[in-house]
Each structure stands twice: as C-alpha cells, then as structure tokens.
C-alpha cells in the first residue's frame, strides 16, 4: 500500500538530454533553457556532444527543420 505523499527517491526521475555536432552547438542550446538546471554528465561520443541535466521543469525540446 503506497502512502499519501510519497516521495520519489530516484535522484534522476527528471533527466533529460541535449545532443549536438560540435560543443559551440551544444553550449548554445545549454544557453536557450530558462530555468535552472544541474548539469548530470557531458561527454562526446564519436562526432556527437550530449549533455544529461536535471530540471523541475519540462522541457521542451524543438527539432529544426533541414
């Protein structure tokens, strides 16, 4: 039986990601978020640069068109 405010303990229940062609790329997307985030983990992966950070707030993440 779950109680009434019950709390998730999972410390990555709102992890999000961003990935980009070059770090420029990435920072300027970083820059575009408004609220507060706390930056998880930043890595490359072969031509690819992704960012895994935490937010209280959603996220919306817009594709451009090619």
Do not use: C
């Not at 992966?45 to 960012?51: D, E, F, L, P, S």
């Not at 937010?55 to 919306?60: A, G, L, P, R, V």
């Amino acid at each position: 039986m779950i109680q009434e405010g019950f709390e998730n303990l999972n410390q990555y229940a709102n992890i999000e990601f961003l990935t980009a062609s070059s770090p420029e790329e990435l920072k300027a997307q970083i820059l575009q978020i408004k609220t507060p985030i706390r930056i998880v983990q930043m890595y490359a992966a072969g031509t690819r640069h992704v960012v895994w950070f935490q937010t209280s707030d959603k996220i919306n993440k817009i594709k451009k068109g090619k």
